[in-house]
């Protein structure tokens, strides 16, 4: 049963095309990694598939409850606080102020938020407090489906790992379906299901490759392996490194 | 715990609060020693120029505290101020109204950009003569002259915020199920940033085009003073009817613009380096 469904999606920006007969399907529960070289439209794919954009050709079906997005960049308010930024999505949902300040409280700790950062205007924060932020927002209005734009690109490689394992670990526990959107083919060997790569012309999805274990189960070693073994010995990644192709040609 | 976390929050917010207060009235000693810079080069020119051209400072301060004191200027001063604040009241919502409709409409830039040029370019003067055949010598040939001076500065100042916004925004709003009034309000609160300084202008010109129209119209307030002033040479006293004027607008801008301006933007002065902020 799939959650979510793009069926033959194309789109193009005044004229260009940059996306033309792309079908992915994700079932619920599901982490799916969208892997790419840069410039290809992934987050053109991923803006379609949460409704911000609508495509040229091709439709979307969505089977879930309720949607957040990481965007690439933290897109936060720059008037208010930390915790206004999350308590901003939430005004919909009609909280009562003790549970609204336990329900920030909850996804700043999975963030690892302090109290003190959370009385922070986002020009105080550093860029990977920002895109921190960013996630307990999403998190905060406790969806059944994310979408994520390369969320842990601001992070060490300490933190990142924390990241997946607080922010990730909690979703999918709840059974919450994840479009992650990343450079980091380790990344997605630690944390998907499934890793499916875009062609570099955005002419439809290359392929797909199934991953062995569960997500986050998989210790560095393994997934470090599988990201070795997909660079060196799978041709479907091969372009995956070269820097936008088209701008060279 | 609850309960004792969120009465310090309060005491925190209220501390902060008095520390900003603080910090403004503070910042009045600069302004004092910007107004004595003023004044040593008036006592400058004075000692350079004479008396007749341009009277000391002093012989002016006794000339306004004579005016302040005397009952029957108040009516004066307060006529003034009225058509003054009320023409600035209209243009902000005419003309900030308009603009933020129109800056989310992007036929409707093109249309009116050439009309507001036209409309800026058009002198005061012109309005004032055109308006009072209008309406003769009332309250409303100074107000709509104000209107039509103001206006289009906070029509600019409200299209170019919501041109400017953060489109970003709008989408991470709809994201997260935000309606289309949402995030109206979300375009509103950025263009803050562009429409403060605009309110800023426009008050320095409703003030003076308030203050000249008065004294072509010969409709009283500190114009028509000043038109006396001038029937009988007096400069000290013209010179302190001007300065009443100016006392007037900065009044209007630090009692009033300035505080509720850093209401909004107090997330820019978090990032500000101590030196800007004092
Ligand atoms: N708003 C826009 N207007 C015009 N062209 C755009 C716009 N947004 C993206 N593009 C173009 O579409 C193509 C795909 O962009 P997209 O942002 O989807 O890439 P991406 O795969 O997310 O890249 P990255 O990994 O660097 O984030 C690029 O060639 C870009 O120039
Ligand atoms: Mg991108």
């Known amino acids: 049963m799939s959650v979510l469904a793009l069926h033959e999606i194309g789109h193009a920006y005044f004229g260009r095309t940059v996306l033309d007969r792309v079908s992915l399907d994700i079932g619920a529960g599901e982490c799916v990694a969208l892997v790419g070289p840069s410039g290809s439209g992934k987050s053109t794919l991923l803006h379609i598939a949460a409704g911000l954009l609508t495509p040229v050709r091709g439709h979307v079906a969505r089977g879930y409850r309720r949607h957040a997005v990481v965007f690439q960049e933290p897109r936060l308010l720059d008037w208010k606080d930390a915790r206004g930024n999350i308590a901003y999505v939430l005004r919909r949902s009609r909280l009562s102020s003790r549970a609204l300040g336990a329900r920030i409280a909850a996804v700043a700790e999975l963030v690892d938020l302090t109290p003190d950062d959370l009385k922070k205007f986002p020009v105080e924060l550093s860029g990977g407090m920002r895109q921190r932020v960013a996630i307990a927002r999403a998190l905060a209005i406790e969806p059944d489906f994310v979408y994520f734009d390369e969320p842990f690109s601001a992070l060490d490689v300490g933190l990142r790992q924390r990241m997946q394992d607080l922010a990730l670990g909690a979703l999918l526990r709840r059974g919450a379906g994840v479009l992650f959107v990343t450079h980091d083919l380790m990344e997605a060997a630690r944390i998907a299901h499934r890793v499916l790569v875009l062609a570099a012309d955005g002419c439809g999805v290359a392929g797909e490759r199934a991953i062995e274990g569960a997500p986050l189960a998989r210790d560095a070693r393994a997934s470090f392996d599988c990201a070795q073994r997909f660079l060196t010995a799978d041709p479907l990644f091969a372009h995956l490194n070269d820097v936008d192709e088209r701008r060279v040609l | ?278």
């Open chain 2, 1 to 278: 715990m609850q309960a004792s976390t969120s009465s310090a929050g309060v005491l925190d917010a209220a501390l902060d609060r008095l520390g900003r207060i603080g910090r403004f009235l503070w910042s009045a000693w600069i302004g004092l020693a910007a107004l004595s810079l003023i004044a040593a080069l008036w006592q400058l020119g004075h000692e350079i120029f004479g008396d007749f051209v341009l009277p000391a400072p002093l012989p002016v301060i006794a000339h306004i505290q004579a005016i302040v004191a005397a009952p029957e200027s108040h009516p004066v001063i307060l006529a003034t101020a009225e058509r003054a604040l009320v023409g600035l009241a209209l243009s902000l919502l005419v003309g900030g109204g308009l603009g933020l409709v129109i800056g989310y409409s992007p036929a409707a830039i093109r249309i009116m950009r050439p009309v507001v040029t036209i409309l800026i370019g058009v002198p005061p003067i012109a309005w004032i003569v055109v308006v009072m055949i209008w309406f003769g010598s009332t309250d409303t040939t100074i107000i709509a002259t104000v209107v039509a001076a103001a206006a289009p500065l906070l029509l600019i100042g409200a299209a170019e915020g919501v041109i400017t916004r953060n489109r970003g925004l709008d989408d991470m709003a709809r994201a997260f199920g935000a309606g289309p009034l949402r995030r109206a309000t979300l375009g509103l609160r950025q263009a803050a940033t562009t429409l403060f300084p605009a309110l800023m202008m426009a008050s320095g010109t409703a003030f003076k085009v308030a203050v000249m129209s008065e004294l072509l119209t010969n409709a009283g307030g500190v114009g028509g003073a000043l038109a006396d002033a001038r029937a009988t040479l007096d400069v000290g006293e013209a010179l302190a009817w001007v300065a009443l004027a100016v006392a007037l607008l900065l009044l209007v801008e630090y009692g009033l613009m300035h505080p509720v301006r850093s209401e909004f933007e107090r997330w820019r002065s978090a990032a500000q380096p101590w030196g800007v902020k004092r």
